[in-house]
């Protein structure tokens, strides 16, 4: 992403062809081109952030040709955008932009407080609750998820899904178990 160019194709494709779970792919895909050899070689869902951000048109033309392939990547800080690997920050509030992005038919939004990505300090639950108020298009929260608490909160809120990284890696939650939770 902060480099604004898909450097790892080879081996997102690799695994893509080896693999038999769903892979989502995200981080500087910028073009058609891309979205479509992506999904065309078994990529599950490419995940857009700077390009929804600054491209209406393309955001719109992938949509309408890839549908629920595409989620769109909301990374924010103090409640706006951040593009380009979370290195520029924007002056659009993240529910305006997740309301537009349902306009043009995004179904799913990943929705991270960037300020607690890889933290362990706890989801910010208040931002996922409010976002939900405003649209109704799939949620799927991110960002310092710390423990089944925070889990069970996402849970509770009925949203589409939790990505979780740093709580499994400490050991924090055992997927299996975080999967049953869930279930």
């Known amino acids: 992403a902060k480099k604004g160019k898909l450097v790892n194709k080879k081996i997102i494709l690799n695994l893509a062809k080896e693999l038999t779970i769903p892979i989502e792919v995200g981080g500087g895909i910028r073009t ?26 393309f955001i719109s033309a992938v949509i309408k040709d890839f549908g629920d392939k595409i989620a769109v990547g ?5 409640g706006y955008i951040c593009t380009k690997g979370w290195l520029e920050e924007s002056d659009v509030h993240y529910i305006d932009f997740c309301k537009r992005m349902e306009s043009i ?13 890889g933290t362990l300090e706890g989801t910010n639950i208040s931002m996922v609750k409010q976002l939900k108020s405003y649209v109704s298009i799939n949620i799927t929260a991110s960002g310092g ?12 809120l009925d949203i589409y899904g939790v990505i979780i990284g740093k709580a499994l890696y400490s050991g924090n939650v055992e997927l299996k178990k975080a999967i049953e939770l869930c279930n």
């Open 32 to 57: 058609y081109s891309e979205v479509e050899e992506l999904i065309n070689h078994g990529v599950s869902r490419v995940i857009l952030g700077t390009a929804a951000l600054e491209d209406e048109k």
């Open 74 to 78: 909301v990374d924010c800080k103090k």
């Open 105 to 117: 038919g995004v179904k799913n939004v990943i929705l991270t407080d960037i300020s607690k990505d």
């Open 145 to 156: 998820v710390r423990d089944y608490y925070d889990i069970k909160k996402l849970k509770d």
